[in-house]
């Protein structure tokens, strides 16, 4: 991993290659990403309370994030950045593959939505600072997560609002997540490798390391009659804010 | 579909009660809409007491209230103050009343009153364009959005569309969505009746083996004359014989089941009639579609709660909605219609499913079946618990309210 490390900090290629074969299907609902389309209100909302809960705006408004850049890192064919870019905020996309990107610029066309998408690794870009960074369902698939956590940072302004999800490295999660789901073939098989998913303790750690004070982890849980919604259990999938703490020392 | 046309948040087709009253929520939501008619809002508003009446529930009421039609239609509400069920006028009545006196357990309009007052609100509405006279020649929907071509060419665009045009909805049958369907052999007739005696803000439900005999409690005339609504269940094969008949006929048709309730009746409005049946779609969703009110599911008229129904699909849409464009979402966008659909297929599939059961109870001929029923109503009567809940039930009350539906 040392050599690969060099030239390709935190994108693992057989990573981004599972999903750029996926990129075709993103945006329908009822197909191989049904599981993100369901998962997208549930996150949506944590989201937007931490938006308004950041910034002071009114929850009953539509656009909380008008003059806010916005930075959605592994954002695959843009599920996040379309809503982001709804509500308001100047959007950029970045993705290890370029299929996604190429299917995430198609859809916002035909959206009629100004997005910017890149493909390739985030500490190659000179792209500044952003008001809001997320990373869903991204930091289990890259393979340095401390290098991938200082990046996201290194892009997040100074009072900079990052929001991160990420499943939790429990017996649950196993069994569920990545032995059953992909059994019955709910997620992609594939999709997960339970060993690289980050307990929020350790998330927690890895954001400190940054100067970054986490949030306390809201789960994301699954129930038959609820399907996903937000929940005190993290023993599946779970959400997190963070927020600097100190200025940084730079 | 053209890029310079007026894209909107929905488009209604469909501008009766239900659509009427979707788009004026939608608007105080802040979202834009399209509504398409074929009607000419000259005719459904033209004077006349036709009879047509509605039951708006407690919860219906709530949701005028939230969207400012209620200031406009309060005077001319009939509230029910109880809710009288009969078997054929024999002893062993079952009476509904609410515990405060001050509470109703719905107030009745007339159709006509309602559309005014909607046409009225929506004319002020900047966020509602309406397009009256209008027939749809084609409908579109795809990833992106949906469209409409009208009979003059003219394009619409929206980025959900809405199927509100009652039972037959063409809406539904071009998106191929299915529709269980039974009839009932039998026909509501309506009309309206004014009668000597103050009707009490009493609501009558007799029930004959033919059929229910509903008496529902208008506001007095202008000039102080008692009215009610009639809506007379009769066998499909007498229908048109009932519909044939003169006045004086008809009024002592009624008469006779009737009994003296209201005294003499002095008057009886224009007849008409429609085929009753039980109407349900397996879905009432599909790409970036939503059906509302009867072209979703089309009841029973026995209860009074079709209208109730409509409007309850109505709250929970548009919370649906104003949630989804929260987050940032479009309204078309599938988690939406997937949560409208989990909320309101059960509850509709319910209401039909109990008022289609009431029907075939009442409609067991004979003196033992009879005597049944009246056993049953007595024991609801001594059952406060069993009451409560069928008055929640006729409120609207009862269940997973939304929002807009909530005082």
Same mark, same amino acid.
């Given at each position: 991993?040392?050599?690969?490390?060099?030239?390709?900090?935190?994108?693992?290629?057989?990573?981004?290659?599972?999903?750029?074969?996926?990129?075709?299907?993103?945006?329908?609902?009822?197909?191989?990403?049904?599981?993100?389309?369901?998962?997208?209100?549930? #996150?949506?909302?944590?989201? +937007?309370?931490?938006?308004?809960?950041?910034?002071?705006?009114?929850?009953?408004? +539509? +656009?909380?994030?008008?003059?806010?850049?916005?930075?959605?890192?592994?954002?695959?064919?843009?599920?996040?950045?379309?809503?982001?870019?709804?509500?308001?905020?100047?959007?950029?996309?970045?993705?290890?593959?370029?299929?996604?990107?190429?299917?995430?610029?198609?859809?916002?066309?035909?959206?009629?939505?100004?997005? +910017?998408?890149?493909?390739?690794?985030?500490?190659?870009?000179?792209?500044?600072?952003?008001?809001?960074?997320?990373?869903?369902?991204?930091?289990?698939?890259?393979? @340095?997560?401390?290098?991938?956590?200082?990046?996201?940072?290194?892009?997040?302004?100074?009072?900079?609002?990052?929001?991160?999800?990420?499943?939790? #490295?429990?017996?649950?999660? #196993?069994?569920?997540?990545?032995?059953?789901?992909?059994?019955?073939?709910?997620?992609?098989?594939?999709?997960?490798?339970?060993?690289?998913?980050?307990?929020?303790?350790?998330?927690?750690?890895?954001?400190?390391?940054?100067?970054?004070?986490?949030?306390?982890?809201?789960?994301?849980?699954?129930?038959?009659?609820?399907?996903?919604?937000?929940? @005190? @259990?993290?023993?599946?999938?779970?959400?997190?804010?963070?927020?600097?703490?100190?200025?940084?020392?730079? | 579909?053209?890029?310079?046309?007026?894209?909107?948040?929905?488009?209604?087709?469909?501008?009766?009660?239900?659509?009427?009253?979707?788009?004026?929520?939608?608007?105080?939501?802040?979202?834009?809409?399209?509504?398409?008619?074929?009607?000419?809002?000259?005719?459904?508003?033209?004077?006349?007491?036709?009879?047509?009446?509605?039951?708006?529930?407690?919860?219906?009421?709530?949701?005028?209230?939230?969207?400012?039609?209620?200031?406009?239609?309060?005077?001319?509400?009939?509230?029910?103050?109880?809710?009288?069920?009969?078997?054929?006028?024999?002893?062993?009545?079952?009476?509904?009343?609410?515990?405060?006196?001050?509470?109703?357990?719905?107030?009745?309009?007339?159709?006509?009153?309602?559309?005014?007052?909607?046409?009225?609100?929506?004319?002020?509405?900047?966020?509602?364009?309406?397009?009256?006279?209008?027939?749809?020649?084609?409908?579109?929907?795809?990833?992106?959005?949906?469209?409409?071509?009208?009979?003059?060419?003219?394009?619409?665009?929206a980025s959900l569309m809405i199927g509100a045009e009652g039972r037959g909805s063409p809406t539904r049958e071009d998106a191929g969505i299915a529709m269980a369907n039974w009839q009932y052999d039998h026909r509501a007739i309506i009309a309206g009746l004014t009668h000597e005696k103050p009707h009490g803000q009493v609501a009558w439900e007799i029930f004959y083996p033919a059929?229910?005999?509903?008496?529902?409690?208008?506001?007095?005339?202008?000039?102080?004359?008692?009215?009610?609504?009639?809506?007379?269940?009769?066998?499909?094969?007498?229908?048109?014989?009932?519909?044939?008949?003169?006045?004086?006929?008809?009024?002592?048709?009624?008469?006779?089941?009737?009994?003296?309730?209201?005294?003499?009746?002095?008057?009886?409005?224009?007849?008409?009639?429609?085929?009753?049946?039980?109407?349900?779609?397996?879905?009432?969703?599909?790409?970036? =579609?939503?059906?509302?009110?009867?072209?979703?599911?089309?009841?029973?008229?026995?209860?009074?709660?079709?209208?109730?129904?409509? =409007?309850?699909?109505?709250?929970?849409?548009?919370?649906?909605?104003?949630?989804?464009?929260?987050?940032g979402l479009e309204p078309g966008e599938a988690q939406g219609l997937a949560r409208y659909e989990r909320w309101r297929g059960l509850d509709a599939f319910m209401v039909a499913l109990a008022t289609d059961g009431l029907t075939r109870l009442f409609g067991v001929p004979g003196e033992t079946a009879s005597a049944v029923r009246r056993f049953g109503m007595a024991g609801v009567?001594?059952?406060?618990?069993?009451?409560?809940?069928?008055?929640?039930?006729?409120?609207?009350?009862?269940?997973?309210?939304?929002?807009?539906?909530?005082?």
């Open positions: 991993m040392a050599d690969a490390r060099k030239a390709k900090l935190t994108i693992r290629e057989d990573e981004a290659a599972h999903f750029g074969a996926l990129a075709a299907e993103w945006w329908d609902p009822a197909g191989s990403s049904a599981m993100l389309h369901r998962l997208n209100p549930v #996150r949506l909302a944590f989201l +937007r309370e931490a938006i308004d809960l950041h910034w002071g705006t009114s929850i009953e408004g +539509r +656009r909380p994030l008008a003059g806010k850049l916005s930075l959605d890192v592994g954002c695959g064919a843009g599920l996040l950045c379309e809503p982001l870019a709804r509500m308001g905020a100047e959007v950029t996309g970045i993705d290890a593959a370029p299929e996604n990107t190429a299917a995430a610029a198609a859809h916002a066309e035909g959206a009629k939505l100004d997005i +910017r998408y890149m493909a390739g690794e985030l500490a190659e870009q000179d792209i500044g600072t952003f008001d809001l960074v997320t990373a869903m369902e991204v930091i289990e698939h890259v393979a @340095d997560k401390p290098a991938f956590v200082a990046q996201l940072v290194r892009h997040l302004a100074e009072d900079g609002l990052l929001v991160l999800s990420t499943p939790n #490295r429990t017996a649950q999660s #196993r069994l569920l997540l990545v032995g059953a789901a992909e059994a019955v073939g709910a997620i992609p098989r594939g999709t997960h490798h339970w060993s690289d998913f980050v307990t929020p303790e350790e998330l927690a750690d890895l954001l400190g390391a940054e100067g970054l004070k986490m949030s306390e982890p809201r789960g994301i849980a699954f129930s038959p009659f609820k399907g996903l919604h937000l929940s @005190d @259990d993290t023993s599946l999938n779970y959400i997190v804010t963070a927020r600097r703490t100190a200025p940084p020392s730079t | 579909m053209s890029d310079t046309s007026d894209r909107r948040d929905l488009l209604i087709l469909g501008g009766g009660l239900v659509g009427m009253t979707l788009a004026l929520a939608a608007a105080k939501k802040g979202m834009t809409s399209h509504v398409v008619d074929r009607a000419d809002p000259a005719d459904l508003t033209a004077e006349g007491f036709d009879g047509r009446a509605s039951a708006i529930s407690t919860a219906s009421w709530n949701l005028f209230t939230n969207i400012g039609l209620a200031q406009r239609l309060e005077a001319d509400a009939s509230p029910i103050s109880k809710i009288a069920v009969s078997d054929q006028l024999k002893p062993g009545q079952l009476d509904f009343v609410p515990d405060d006196p001050a509470d109703t357990l719905g107030r009745m309009f007339a159709n006509r009153t309602l559309r005014l007052a909607l046409f009225e609100a929506a004319k002020d509405e900047p966020l509602i364009h309406w397009h009256a006279r209008a027939g749809v020649i084609e409908r579109r929907r795809g990833e992106h959005g949906v469209s409409v071509r009208l009979a003059d060419g003219k394009e619409l665009e059929g229910p005999f509903a008496l529902l409690p208008l506001k007095d005339d202008a000039d102080g004359t008692h009215r009610s609504a009639l809506v007379w269940t009769v066998a499909e094969r007498d229908a048109a014989g009932v519909l044939k008949l003169g006045d004086r006929a008809f009024t002592a048709e009624v008469e006779k089941r009737m009994g003296r309730l209201f005294g003499a009746i002095t008057g009886v409005g224009p007849r008409s009639s429609y085929p009753l049946g039980f109407h349900h779609t397996a879905t009432i969703t599909a790409e970036r =579609l939503a059906l509302v009110g009867d072209a979703a599911h089309g009841i029973h008229p026995i209860a009074g709660q079709g209208l109730n129904l409509g =409007l309850r699909d109505v709250g929970a849409l548009v919370q649906v909605l104003d949630d989804n464009l929260r987050l009567q001594r059952l406060p618990v069993l009451k409560d809940w069928f008055m929640d039930e006729a409120r609207g009350v009862s269940g997973d309210m939304p929002d807009l539906l909530v005082a």
